[in-house]
C-alpha cells in the first residue's frame, strides 16, 4: 500500500518562496513508470495539477505555473519538493502530493493534504 504524507510550513508571506514535501512509503519514486505530482486546491475551487516528477527524474510543469515551479526529488529519502516562488494570497490552498500513472492523469494515491496560507 503506498502511502505519500506531505510536511511544510502552514503559513507563507507574500513574495516568499513556498516549499513542501512529500514523503512517500510503501513504493519507490523510482520504479516504473509512475508520476509523482503535486496538486492544489484554492478554497471555492477545483483541483488544479502544478506539476509532476517522473519514475525517471524528468519533470513536467503547468504552462500557467511554469515560471514560479520547482519540483525536485531526493531517492535516498523517498521524497519529492514542490517549490513555488513569488507567492500571493492566491497561492493560498490545500496542497496535495499524489501518484499517478501518467502526467496531469487521475491519480491513484493521494495524500490527506496540507494547508498552506499565503498571508503578511
Known amino acids: 500500500q503506498v502511502q505519500l504524507q506531505e510536511s511544510g510550513p502552514g503559513l507563507v508571506k507574500p513574495s516568499q518562496t513556498l516549499s513542501l514535501t512529500c514523503t512517500v512509503s510503501?513504493?519507490?519514486?523510482?520504479?516504473?513508470?509512475?508520476?509523482w505530482s503535486w496538486i492544489r486546491q484554492p478554497p471555492g475551487k477545483g483541483l488544479e495539477w502544478m506539476g509532476a516528477?517522473?519514475?525517471?527524474?524528468?519533470?513536467y510543469y503547468s504552462p500557467s505555473l511554469k515560471s514560479r515551479t520547482s519540483i525536485s526529488r531526493d531517492t535516498s529519502k523517498n521524497q519529492f519538493t514542490l517549490q513555488l516562488s513569488s507567492v500571493t494570497p492566491e497561492d493560498t490552498a490545500v496542497y496535495y502530493c499524489?501518484?499517478?500513472?501518467?502526467?496531469?492523469?487521475?491519480?491513484?494515491?493521494w495524500g490527506q493534504g496540507t494547508q498552506v496560507t499565503i498571508s503578511s
Open positions: 510503501g513504493g519507490s519514486i523510482t520504479t516504473n513508470y509512475y508520476y
Open positions: 516528477i517522473a519514475y525517471s527524474g524528468s519533470t
Open positions: 499524489a501518484r499517478d500513472t501518467v502526467v496531469a492523469g487521475n491519480p491513484d494515491y
